[in-house]
DNA sequence: ACCTTATATCGTAATTATACGATATAAGGT
DNA sequence: ACCTTATATCGTATAATTACGATATAAGGT
């Protein structure tokens, strides 16, 4: 992070979430949440091929960067995905570098005219 | 890579883009290139306070995840934003995980009215 | 031919990420 | 109290990333 014009502190929490995703491993646990809904820890390990250990640093990460949800819930945690941060990023990234997309306008305008916030 | 289900090439591909931005100073390259539509390595090199060397590293790393473009230009190397690998991200990235967020809806909505292809 | 400018690549050091097993913690059941 | 289940964290080994300087390559000007 030596650059001569500092990030702005959208632009890290953006590269947080980005580099969390840019892990398969992490990218495929977004998925099968995605698709679970809500589920506790083990039953993400079981999905892969990895330790519990392994697992519960990946989450670790992907909780920092805002992209998922845990709760204790009795002896396990409950992990979902944390909607309002992957609405935000997806709405950044639908804004990101405009002047480089053909089609951009349009999704602009859209994001004005309906995105909530 | 040990995961269970393996992930679809398609995937693989937004992964490679995803990491490649995750990193601060790539992220920040990109936005450089964005303002400037073109411009020759030395003029990224001064944008930052990296070495030429990490620089080129950076940018080899854009390129081979197909979010930049560079082509020898005489004793340079001109390098602009790939409009087609970025607009293929940010549809991805439109796409991903629809059932988990609010507005998704019409998101998918536009992409299949306007977006190209 | 020689020098300058612009890049890429190589070798290498330092840092960070990824993975595992072992251990700690905490809740629920017997 | 004890055992099981579920997780997180610690310590640590290995692999990958990031950075630099040095060197190689290539084009253009003198």
Redesign the interface.
Known sequence: ?????Q?QSA??R??KM????????R??I??FL??R?TCITNEIVQ????AQSTVSQHLKVLREAGLIHGEIEGPATCYC?N?EG??W??EQ??R??P??????Q??DF?LER???K
């Not at 992070?1 to 014009?5: D, G, S």
């Not at 980005?18 to 491993?25: M, S």
């Not at 999905?47 to 990895?50: A, Q, Y």
């Open positions: 992070m030596n650059t001569k014009k990030l632009d890290l953006l590269a980005l580099k969390a995703l840019g892990n398969p491993v990218f495929q977004m998925q995605a698709e809904q999905n892969t091929l990895l995905i909607a992957v609405q990023l997806k990234i639908a990101w570098l002047e480089c997309c053909s089609n951009s349009p999704l859209y309906y995105a909530k």
